[in-house]
Each structure stands twice: as C-alpha cells, then as structure tokens.
C-alpha cells in the first residue's frame, strides 16, 4: 500500500479558495503526512465542451482513486449562493460507488471556503459541504475554540471549517485565516495518523 495522504480537494474560480487548500495542505505537512492536493475542472453549459486531462495550470484534476484511497479529506468550495460551486457538486455527486462500496467511511474530513463579503453565505456553505460527506460515512472536523484565533478574527474562519473573505478586491488571505487553515490540516492529518493505528 502507499504513503498515507491527505486529500485536498477544492474547487476555485478566482484563486482565493485555492490559496486556502495550499495552506490546509502545509498544515498536514506539518503534522506529518503526505497532502495530495487536486482540483475539479468547471462545469459548462455547452455540452460539448471539456477539459484537458491535465489543467493548464495549478493542481491536477483528481480522480475516484485520489478519493478512494485517502487517509483525510479536506473540501473546499467558493461560495455560491450560500452552497458549493457546481464544479465540485459534480464530481461529488459522481462519487456513488464511493458510497456503494463503503470507501470512505470513518475516515476523517473537514471543509472549506471563500467568500466575496463577510456575510456571503460561509457557514452555509460549510455546513452543506458536509453533507455529502456524513452520507459518505466520514467523520467531520471543524476547529475548535482553543484555536486563539477563531475568537479573535475579523475576517474569516468559523468552527464549521476554515474560511477566507476576498471581498470586492481579491484581498488576499490573511495571517489569521492562515493560522486557522493550517490549523485544519494539522488537525485532520493528526487524526488520520490516529486512526491508522
């Protein structure tokens, strides 16, 4: 079998989501594990129009395996209308085997998220990431309140996951979501190398 990894499995339009899966993944690094970090492609409204196999740019697409096979799994989506984008709604809702099988239950996981403005719909966001995940059989994280910074921020971050407010200006992700990503990661990779043994 190989190295237990962590899957980061995010989808971004504008980079703001993508740069918190690059922290979330430098916190399972931190922890110990491997991050194995990939992204879905977008969806269109034109039927015939696909993606490359290989994106132009950024983390590869992931697969079934990519999801089959991790120890951890952290998701992340933008906001859209206060639910994830319909890219990694897509690929999560092809993932019935998955279920069918049983691949992932009680394997730990936790969600994430950007937003253009601070009421922008976040925790919902959060909050239906994770469904899919419990039909799923996966054990949700959030982050806790001994983690100083969930008290104290005035941008993004909540209990339910990490999260990061862009607003008007693609502002980027600020030491305290950072801290708050990063502490995610640790926490999921640390419980995945529990449950390991």
Avoid at 53 to 67: H, K, R, V
Avoid at 177 to 193: D, H, M, N, P, Q
Wanted: aromatic share 6%; net charge negative.
């Amino acid at each position: 079998m190989s190295e237990a990894y962590v899957l980061v499995l995010y989808y971004s339009r504008h980079g703001a989501t993508e740069q918190l899966a690059q922290h979330i993944a430098r916190g399972v690094e931190q922890a110990g594990l491997e991050a194995r970090v990939r992204t879905v492609p977008a969806v269109s409204t034109v039927c015939e129009a696909t993606e490359d196999d290989i994106p132009d740019s950024g983390a590869l697409y992931a697969s079934e395996e990519d999801l089959r096979h991790c120890s951890g799994l952290v998701m992340g989506s933008p906001t859209r209308f206060g639910n994830m984008a319909a890219p990694l709604k897509y690929f999560i809702d092809s993932t019935s085997g998955l279920w069918m099988s049983g691949a992932l239950i009680g394997k730990p996981a936790a969600v994430f998220t950007s937003s253009a403005s601070l009421h922008g719909g976040q925790e919902s966001t959060l909050l239906t990431m994770m469904m899919p995940l419990l039909h799923h059989g996966m054990l949700l994280m959030g982050i806790p309140y001994s983690e100083g910074a969930l008290s104290t921020t005035q941008t993004g971050g909540t209990p339910y996951g990490a999260s990061h407010v862009a607003g008007q200006n693609a502002r980027p992700v600020d030491d305290v979501e950072r801290e708050l990503a990063v502490a995610l990661g640790k926490r999921v990779a640390t419980v995945s190398k529990q449950l390991q043994h």
